[in-house]
């Protein structure tokens, strides 16, 4: 016999077979045995969670030679031809690929003659809401006058791109995603069935890689016990899953403790080439930050271990580091996560965050070192009064001195600033100063840090593709950090469309430049504003100019 795959062998049949639905079973189960089952159902929910089992159950359950029944016989001549898809009054069409109206105008024209072998036709839709306008049109014909033989049944991943009047005709179930213990115990069910051992650990990545689907979780089993060459082994599973082995994570952890951000990005790298999925690999590096905090509070809790193996490096890894430092690195690749559901580019952000955790530590390292060297010095000043009576000579070595507020490096970028004064858009920068302070709130969901850079900024010039916005002349490291760094204007400009629906690229400037640049734009606009004159035609651009202009009326004052 043909090698079948396991989410097919072990596709329930019955509705104590559905696993975790049973808001579901229930229900239907009784309308069944109450014989008032609906024209019209709608399965809607994540792939790979059972609504065509579902429907077929149904099907089989309406139409069970023993019925009225709560299950289906699956013995009866008609429960069979269900169960092989060789009944002639079930018919189950993939939306997905015939999306056409003429399959639906098919159903619509043959679903008024009466079933040839069973009690019910049963139509059963699968991806509804790939249906063209045209075939949801026709569909809603049926809909609307079903024949008393008829049942409709509809599934789909994504019930809002089915129109309301549709869904109005339909009983509506929501299918729910599976738990990992749920996926756990039917496969741990199947493969005792089918007498194959197993690690617990192997079926928990599996659980979790399937991200709450069945079917998911059923082909990945298969092909791990394909690769496994008998009992089931870890190997196999983080080989089929992708997911990076727990010794890479430790790694990968060592290094970010170490501040070695060449190994990290080459790691990356590496992984990219491996064709392993980043966004996995990072939830891969939470979990393995919860486990070192979970052995940290609880060195007996090895078996709650999610990600780590309790090996004996995995152990001094946790007592190296401080449960303060797991906290912030989780938050940092937690924000992380929220953003790569944002881009294109998953591997910029990772490096980022890897960057920026590397240098914190970096950073604390040095503190520490500086502390120290103060200490060393203090010891060495209490030694010598000790000794002489009189503090130690003013060629001590000089103490740490405030950094001055130094000019910042960055340099202004005056050119397009000019550009975009006579190029302004008022309407629009009024807008975005009227809801900066929305936009602020959001940035501080976002990105906290990134909040408390920019909540003194404040949005003084528009043009049609950059924004820009001015700090306090005090306030040089906040204007460089916008100017230089990639993810803080990355999250201004993602707030800002949240909020006011436009993108627009961030610039900053200092209050100073800003006033030069204004002064100097309107000394150049009165000189020529005389020539202009005499030509007397108001162009769209001099009218936004003259506008623009009127909101500067202020700075006359700085004018020399
Ligand atoms: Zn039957």
Not at 313 to 339: A, M, N, R
Request: include cysteine; hydrophobic fraction near 40%; charge should be negative.
């Amino acid at each position: 016999m043909a090698y079948q795959a396991l989410y097919r062998v072990y596709r329930p049949q019955r509705f104590d077979e559905v696993v975790g639905q049973a808001h579901i079973t229930r229900t239907i189960q009784n309308a069944l045995m109450e014989q008032r089952m609906s024209h019209a159902y709608l399965f809607s929910g994540p792939r790979g969670t059972g609504k065509t089992s579902l429907a077929k159950i149904i099907a089989k359950a309406i139409n069970c030679e023993q019925a009225p029944v709560n299950e289906p016989c699956n013995e009866c001549p008609t429960c069979r031809a269900i169960t092989e898809g060789s009944s002639p009054d079930v018919f189950e069409i993939d939306a997905a690929s015939n999306n056409g109206v003429d399959e639906i105008r098919e159903i619509r024209d043959k679903v008024k003659y009466p079933p040839s072998e069973a009690a019910y036709k049963v139509y059963i839709i699968d991806e509804v809401h790939m249906l063209s306008t045209g075939a949801f049109n026709a569909l809603l014909k049926t809909l609307e006058e079903p024949p008393a033989h008829a049942i409709f049944i509809l599934a789909t991943t994504e019930p809002h791109k089915i129109p309301a009047t549709i869904i109005s005709r339909c009983q509506r179930f929501d299918v729910k995603r599976h738990e990992v213990d749920q996926l756990m115990e039917r496969m741990q069910y199947i493969l005792s069935d089918q007498t194959i051992g197993y690690t617990e650990t192997a079926l928990r990545l599996i659980a979790r890689a399937a991200d709450g689907g069945m079917r998911d979780a059923l082909s990945l089993l298969d092909q791990a016990v394909a690769f496994s060459n008998g009992d089931l082994n870890d190997d196999a599973v983080l080989e089929v899953t992708g997911a990076v082995e727990d010794e890479a994570l430790l790694a990968v952890a060592n290094a970010l403790h170490a501040h070695q951000v060449d190994q990290l990005l080459q790691t990356l790298e590496q992984m990219q080439r491996a064709g392993k999925d980043l966004k996995r690999f990072v939830e891969d590096l939470v979990f393995f930050y919860r486990d070192t905090l979970l052995l940290k509070a609880s060195p007996t809790a090895v078996d709650l271990l999610e990600r780590a193996r309790p090996t004996a490096e995995f152990k001094t890894f946790v007592e190296t580091i401080e449960t303060e430092t797991c906290f912030h690195i989780i938050e940092q690749l937690h924000d992380c996560q929220q953003q790569m559901r944002l881009t294109n580019h998953p591997r910029v952000l990772v490096e980022i965050a890897f960057i920026q955790i590397a240098e914190q530590g970096r950073t604390t390292g040095q503190i520490v070192q500086s502390l120290q060297q103060e200490v060393r010095e203090l010891k060495e000043q209490m030694h010598q009064l000790k000794v002489t009576g009189v503090p130690a000579a003013e060629n001590t070595p000089a103490q740490p001195v405030k950094r001055k507020q130094a000019r910042p490096t960055v340099r202004i970028a005056k050119e397009r600033i000019r550009q975009m004064l006579s190029r302004a858009e008022k309407a629009q920068l009024l807008e975005i100063q009227e809801r900066w302070d929305a936009i602020l709130k959001l940035i501080l969901k976002q990105d906290g840090p990134i909040y408390s850079l920019v909540h003194e900024s404040k949005p003084v010039l528009c043009s049609a593709d950059t924004l820009l916005i001015e700090f306090d002349n005090g306030k040089g490291w906040h204007f460089e950090q916008v100017m230089t760094n990639e993810r803080t204007r990355f999250v201004i400009e993602e707030a800002l469309f949240e909020v006011c629906g436009v993108k627009r690229e961030i610039l900053a400037i200092l209050d100073n430049d800003w006033k030069e640049l204004k002064a100097e734009f309107v000394a150049k606009r009165n000189s020529s504003n005389i020539e202009e004159k005499e030509v007397a035609v108001e162009s769209e651009e001099d009218r936004l100019l003259s506008e623009t202009l009127g909101r500067f009326g202020d700075i006359v004052e700085f004018e020399d």
